[in-house]
């Protein structure tokens, strides 16, 4: 086990969630603006429209900058913070799909390249030319989300993978389409509200009102395709997922589901009524206004998808606390948990107190806030006033008069659908009882 990474209050995975949330504006941008900007050079060549070109050179100057320079910088605190929070995790992503990366950064190189070579080739080189590098952006960007989406989808719906081992095994899964298509569907929506917010700064009130428009239609397309094809996804969930959400073993998982349709609505009426029906009331300021929606029903909907893989961070492979939950034969992987249960969850740490008396409470206080942050930390605050399912708090609903009733808790905690069974033999469970009662008490 890697060194456990703290966050006071929050919690690791709230840090990867802020972060990834904020990361799909800029990099859905990046992925379906250039389909609006390559039918909007493609009109002002068909049509002899120079005018129109004054629209391309602020939308992807906007594409250049936002997602490029802000867009990139997220991407890696992702990296960074996904890394630290769960090595093993990411471990598991790059031995079973590091081709896939590979080849997504291949495209990705080819995004660098050509929206560069775009922004400062406009009005520079042959008409014919420079929508062919439009182009070559557009399904390289679009190709990229193709191979990503198949990791992520990996995440929550492994396939034959758990028998077979196999790549495409794992990639195409029974939720890779339809969470492609519905990011697809997502991506022309977030270039539709930065496409209308970049249209509303022109200066020419004809072209203005026109690309605004244009932009409206092309977010309500989205938009309602994108409905359908969520609905897909929420069909094709896995049962276990499915008993989460809709037999409400985790309430916040409906709550987050609501915020998001929310969202999503609000937006859909911004197009219809300001973009389509009055493209005059379109201003910067209430695109803004509605970008900070589009974040909010993001980060819902991300939530969501992340709460419905739980008890795993790798469905059927490895547990949110980065234990190996079964056995991959064709990997050469072993399930951990009885081997933690025989021989000891601390005996396998490389960061641990040297010495463990079971009859010395500060001993078994320090090692049970070992194995309490390694098996609850990453899903569980451990402050009393944290602000993600502080274990305090939750343990004292219960009322635990002694480390004993709290040791009772962890024997039966794999009987919850959504937590992973304690892993470690009754010298790791009587400290982690001991420190866990001592949080209560504070």
Same mark, same amino acid.
């Given at each position: 086990?890697?060194?456990?990474?703290?966050?006071?209050?929050?919690?690791?995975?709230?840090?990867?969630?802020?972060?990834?949330?904020?990361?799909?504006?800029?990099?859905?941008?990046?992925?379906?603006?250039?389909?609006?900007?390559?039918?909007?050079? @493609?009109?002002?060549?068909?049509?002899?429209?120079?005018?129109?070109?004054?629209?391309?050179?602020?939308?992807?100057?906007?594409?250049?900058?936002?997602?490029?320079?802000?867009?990139?910088?997220?991407?890696?605190?992702?990296?960074?913070?996904?890394?630290?929070?769960?090595?093993?995790?990411?471990?598991?992503?790059?031995?079973?799909?590091?081709?896939?990366?590979?080849?997504?950064?291949?495209?990705?190189?080819?995004?660098?390249?050509?929206?560069?070579?775009?922004?400062?080739?406009?009005?520079?080189?042959?008409?014919?030319?420079?929508?062919?590098?439009?182009?070559?952006?557009?399904?390289?960007?679009?190709?990229?989300?193709?191979?990503?989406?198949?990791?992520?989808?990996?995440?929550?719906?492994?396939?034959?993978?758990?028998?077979?081992?196999?790549?495409?095994?794992?990639?195409?899964?029974?939720?890779?389409?339809?969470?492609?298509?519905?990011?697809?569907?997502?991506?022309?929506?977030?270039?539709?509200?930065?496409?209308?917010?970049?249209?509303?700064?022109?200066?020419?009130?004809?072209?203005?009102?026109?690309?605004?428009?244009?932009?409206?239609?092309?977010?309500?397309?989205?938009?309602?395709?994108?409905?359908?094809?969520?609905?897909?996804?929420?069909?094709?969930?896995?049962?276990?997922?499915?008993?989460?959400?809709?037999?409400?073993?985790?309430?916040?998982?409906?709550?987050?589901?609501?915020?998001?349709?929310?969202?999503?609505?609000?937006?859909?009426?911004?197009?219809?009524?300001?973009?389509?029906?009055?493209?005059?009331?379109?201003?910067?300021?209430?695109?803004?206004?509605?970008?900070?929606?589009?974040?909010?029903?993001?980060?819902?909907?991300?939530?969501?998808?992340?709460?419905? @893989?739980?008890?795993?961070?790798?469905?059927?492979?490895?547990?949110?606390?980065?234990?190996?939950?079964?056995?991959?034969? %064709?990997?050469?992987?072993?399930?951990?948990?009885?081997?933690?249960?025989?021989?000891?969850?601390?005996?396998?740490?490389?960061?641990?107190?040297?010495?463990?008396?079971? *009859?010395?409470?500060?001993?078994?206080?320090? %090692?049970?806030?070992?194995?309490?942050?390694?098996?609850?930390?990453?899903?569980?605050?451990?402050?009393?006033?944290?602000?993600?399912?502080?274990?305090?708090?939750?343990?004292?609903?219960?009322?635990?008069?002694?480390?004993?009733?709290?040791?009772?808790?962890?024997?039966?905690?794999?009987?919850?659908?959504?937590?992973?069974?304690?892993?470690?033999?009754?010298? *790791?469970?009587?400290?982690?009882?001991?420190?866990?009662?001592?949080?209560?008490?504070?």
């Amino acid at each position: 086990m890697y060194p456990f990474w703290e966050v006071p209050f929050f919690t690791s995975g709230l840090v990867i969630a802020l972060i990834a949330t904020f990361h799909i504006l800029p990099c859905h941008l990046a992925t379906g603006a250039f389909w609006f900007i390559v039918f909007v050079e @493609r009109k002002a060549y068909k049509e002899n429209r120079p005018e129109l070109l004054e629209f391309i050179k602020k939308y992807s100057l906007l594409i250049l900058i936002f997602c490029f320079v802000i867009g990139s910088l997220s991407g890696v605190g992702i990296w960074y913070a996904a890394t630290v929070a769960s090595p093993r995790g990411i471990s598991g992503l790059i031995h079973n799909y590091v081709w896939g990366w590979a080849t997504e950064w291949v495209f990705f190189i080819i995004e660098i390249a050509s929206i560069y070579v775009y922004y400062y080739t406009i009005g520079k080189i042959d008409p014919k030319s420079h929508l062919m590098m439009g182009w070559l952006y557009a399904w390289a960007a679009w190709i990229s989300m193709i191979i990503i989406t198949g990791i992520l989808a990996f995440m929550l719906t492994s396939g034959k993978w758990v028998e077979t081992g196999g790549f495409f095994d794992g990639f195409f899964n029974r939720t890779y389409w339809p969470q492609l298509l519905t990011r697809t569907a997502l991506m022309f929506c977030i270039a539709g509200v930065y496409a209308a917010i970049v249209a509303s700064t022109l200066t020419n009130r004809q072209i203005r009102r026109e690309l605004v428009r244009a932009a409206g239609l092309w977010g309500v397309l989205g938009m309602l395709a994108g409905l359908a094809f969520a609905a897909w996804y929420l069909y094709r969930l896995p049962g276990h997922a499915k008993e989460l959400w809709l037999d409400q073993s985790l309430p916040y998982l409906g709550h987050l589901l609501n915020i998001a349709g929310a969202s999503y609505a609000i937006v859909l009426l911004w197009f219809v009524i300001c973009c389509v029906i009055r493209p005059r009331l379109a201003r910067p300021v209430t695109g803004i206004v509605i970008l900070i929606v589009l974040f909010l029903g993001i980060g819902a909907g991300e939530g969501f998808r992340e709460g419905i @893989r739980r008890p795993y961070i790798i469905d059927q492979y490895m547990y949110g606390n980065q234990i190996v939950a079964r056995d991959i034969p %064709a990997k050469h992987i072993k399930a951990e948990i009885p081997k933690f249960n025989k021989e000891g969850f601390l005996s396998h740490l490389f960061f641990r107190p040297d010495k463990i008396d079971p *009859d010395n409470k500060t001993d078994l206080l320090r %090692a049970g806030s070992v194995v309490v942050h390694y098996q609850c930390g990453n899903c569980h605050a451990l402050d009393r006033f944290g602000k993600i399912r502080p274990m305090p708090k939750l343990l004292a609903n219960l009322a635990p008069e002694s480390p004993e009733d709290i040791e009772g808790l962890l024997e039966s905690l794999g009987d919850y659908p959504f937590m992973p069974p304690f892993a470690g033999n009754d010298l *790791d469970k009587k400290a982690a009882s001991e420190y866990l009662f001592s949080i209560v008490r504070r």
